[in-house]
């Protein structure tokens, strides 16, 4: 992949109407935040709990933030944490939103971030996205656009009772003000899919989701 300038602008707002439009991050019971300014200067891999960036997906960060050294993450900023805290949270109620991590490049500031967020809604998505996302065959629903990803999967059994799937979102996307993204439009597409769909397989497996999901090894990057 070649590597882009970092790239900063959120996603979210009225993109998505009523669909994947993931909650605001930093809600009650969301993820520490990530050791910013810490000595160590960290490979993509030990990201989030070091079981949440694949191969694929730390390239596609080089591509999204123009780095390949991040700042350590906090200790609760992992996948396991969000699936246990997405799990109680489900016993209680079918819609809640938390963080799974926040990225920080080693030489970055607060304000320079890359959000990753679960949801859980109730029901499978049934709005048309909004025109600058291209659809992609993963889960019940994956969109990407330069800005940003949100890949929707339906999870029975493991950690989360009951007969019926739970439809998770993960998001993947810039904190701070919205500007318009750096580099080549296709490779930024290709790299925040890659990254969403790295957490949320991730997110499969740390729940106990029925076959992953349906969620498959490697990330889908063809339009749907």
């Not at 590597?3 to 900063?8: A, F, T």
């Not at 489900?90 to 304000?111: E, I, L, P």
């Not at 859980?120 to 048309?128: E, K, M």
């Amino acid at each position: 992949m070649a590597v882009s300038r970092r790239v900063r602008g959120g996603l979210l707002g009225a993109a998505v109407a009523g669909s994947l439009v993931l909650g605001a991050t930093g809600c009650a019971g969301g993820a520490d935040e990530p050791a910013t300014g810490a000595d160590e200067a960290v490979a993509a891999g030990r990201l989030c709990g070091g079981k949440a960036v694949s191969t694929g997906a730390g390239e596609a960060l080089e591509v999204i933030t123009g780095s390949s050294e991040f700042a350590a993450s906090g200790e609760r900023s992992t996948v396991a944490h969000a699936a246990q805290e997405l799990a109680d949270r489900f016993a209680s109620s079918a819609t809640a939103t938390g963080d799974v991590c926040r990225v920080h490049t080693a030489d970055g500031t607060s304000g320079d971030e890359l959000r990753i967020t679960w949801r859980l809604s109730g029901s499978a998505p049934v709005d048309d996205p909004a025109e600058k996302f291209t659809v992609l065959k993963m889960g019940e629903r994956a969109l990407t656009a330069p800005d940003g990803a949100f890949l929707r999967f339906g999870c029975r059994g493991g950690k989360l009772p009951g007969s019926g799937p739970a439809h998770i979102d993960i998001g993947v996307e810039r904190g701070g003000m919205p500007t318009d993204p750096e580099g080549d439009p296709g490779a930024l597409r290709d790299a925040y899919a890659t990254v969403a769909h790295s957490f949320s397989l991730a997110m499969a497996k740390a729940l106990g989701c029925e076959d992953d999901g349906g969620l498959e090894a490697r990330p889908a990057l063809d339009p749907a």
